[in-house]
């Protein structure tokens, strides 16, 4: 019904998502990142898919969530989309005072996919299934004060919502260490069977050393946060 989302039995892999119609269903979440004081930092984690067109074949825009402030003129603040459908980028700003232009993702949006991003001061992140999608070093924290799950609400450009499936959202009000990350994208990949080659190399040979750079599968992803079937992206020559 309106503005009611559905809950699926068998949504991923035999457990439960929520489902987004797209039209006004979302979530009105507590303000729990600015009260009783603003965090000075946030990571989020999202399992999630999103229907890319609509019943009639064409491009949607999808709004996800809203989190960050970012606002475009006076109390109006900038609208999130995964993705806009003109150009497939992902616009995001969660956790910060800059909604970021982040690029198209190497992902099919349309497939279930961990979706990461963490704000720091001086810092945005944001990662899908563990590989980096996009950075920034000139980040300034900011948290909206009426944040949602399934639609960006009453922002710039009206509100979108999200026509599309979520698992699971893990929202924390730090930025977690690499193997705390690590951690968190084995267990969601684990829990939901994903099958994220990272975190499947992990968990099947922590001790080897896919790429033959030297360092272990383990090291990569835990200390380094680097790509264990890609040589030397560490750095290490």
Do not use: C
């Not at 946030?42 to 999808?62: C, P, Q, S, T, Y």
């Not at 982040?102 to 899908?128: E, I, K």
């Not at 930025?175 to 069977?193: D, F, I, P, Q």
């Amino acid at each position: 019904g309106a503005k009611q989302s559905e809950a699926v039995a068998d949504g991923l892999n035999a457990v439960p998502v929520v489902r987004f119609d797209g039209a006004d269903d979302s979530f009105n979440l507590a303000n729990v990142m600015n009260a009783p004081t603003p965090a000075t930092a946030g990571e989020m984690f999202v399992v999630l898919k999103a229907a890319i067109r609509d019943a009639g074949g064409n491009l949607r825009h999808n709004g996800p969530w809203d989190f960050g402030n970012s606002i475009y003129t006076g109390s109006q603040h900038y609208n999130n989309y995964y993705p806009w459908a003109g150009d497939g980028i992902v616009y995001e700003d969660f956790g910060s005072t800059t909604r970021y232009t982040t690029g198209v993702p190497a992902v099919p949006l349309d497939q279930f996919n961990l979706f990461n991003a963490s704000s720091t001061a001086g810092s945005w992140v944001s990662r899908f299934n563990g590989a980096l999608h996009f950075s920034s070093s000139t980040n300034t924290v900011g948290w909206i004060n009426t944040p949602h799950l399934g639609g960006s609400v009453g922002g710039a450009n009206g509100s979108w919502y999200l026509a599309g499936d979520i698992a699971e959202v893990l929202v924390f009000d730090r930025v977690l260490t690499k193997a705390e990350n690590a951690a968190v994208g084995s267990y969601l990949n684990a829990k939901y069977a994903l099958h994220i080659p990272g975190y499947d190399l992990l968990a099947a040979d922590p001790d080897g050393d896919a790429d033959g750079d030297g360092l272990t599968n383990r090291q990569e992803v835990e200390v380094y946060g680097t790509n264990p079937q890609t040589a030397d992206t560490d750095g290490d020559g």
